[in-house]
């Protein structure tokens, strides 16, 4: 089955690829800002809904204007494409997935897209719409063989960084079916600790440079404003910012593989991150441990890959619940770290308990839709398993 797939590579413009970026990037982003202040007027003040399809036929009076004619000097396919993501992001907001938009700002991330009849792809070359060389990209990986892209994004992050994303469509092999299953639970002090009872740790990549980060970012606010040197201060905090992102990825990335590549099923907690970044004594911690990332890369790859990723309920009592017999605490504050079950007198390491519990249920939950994936589990008390044991002597 042809699933479409996005790779990213590194891109280096000579000065004049980059003066044509430049321009493009500006362009998206003043037709993005403008169709964004078209429709909250025809909305607030009309009460009327503007579509992409309206905002197309005011864009093409716009260029007519004299003190806006400037929009008609480069590739028209990346500003339609401007229209087409604010419509998108209007969707996602109205579906509750993103809060509502706001107007792009020039010192933030750029970016325009380019479909098919903009650009030129021939011998592993990609031209874009207005440039008369090919970019230099730097192929880390091949793209897939008999595949053309459908579209490209370029993109300028803060640290001057140019990269391009290409959109395939390609055939994903399923990875070959495993027995493994496992139990994964989300914490601060250990990334992630397994049902296995394997614990990974927690990096702190924004930790390890804040210091150096916080540093950069006095120096910046001493920088007259407007000054040459204030840019560079700018482009500094800006690259350990990038820095800690790219390090943070990178990590997420290859444990996220791994798990996939091992198991047929994982379970995970699904947690509520943006409320949990409210408190303010872990709201740091959180916001460095990329939770959410992590999930969502363990979500797009088990569908590729033909594995199961089952969610469990935010409330259930992963850490307080006793394993073996089934008993839940009334209470377990986080400076708790192992505790021993009244009922039964087995003692838990909070959680290394919470992965096998974390387990237990996702198991439970996926053989409720009409699959067995643990031919051993037997069935406790409702919404558990436990898994099966010799008797005692």
Sequence with gaps: MKQKRAFKYRVYPTPEQQHILARTFGCCRFVYNWALRQKMDAYFNEQQRLYCKDLSERLTELKKQEETCWLSEVSSVPLQQALRHLDKAFIN????????PTF??????????YTSNAFIYKDGMITL????????????RPLPEGVSPSSVTVSKDCANRYF????VEADIAHLPVTEQTVGADLGLKSFVILSTGETIGNPKFFHQDEKKLAKAQRRHAKKQKRSKNRDKARLKVARIHARIADRRRDFSHKLSTR????????CVESLAVKNMVQNPTLSKAISDVGWSEFVSQLEYKAAWYGRNLVKIDRWYPSSKRCFDCGHILDSLTLDIRMWTCPECGVHHDRDINAAHNIHAVGLTVFEACGESVRPGAVKTKPGTTQRSRKPKK
């Design 93 to 100: 907001f109205f579906e509750g997935r993103t809060p509502y």
């Design 104 to 113: 792009h700002k020039k010192r933030n991330k750029q970016s325009a897209t």
């Design 129 to 140: 719409a207005k440039m008369s060389e090919p970019l230099n990209i730097h192929w880390s």
């Design 164 to 167: 391009i994303s290409i959109l």
């Design 259 to 266: 798990l996939i590549r091992e198991n047929q099923t994982i």
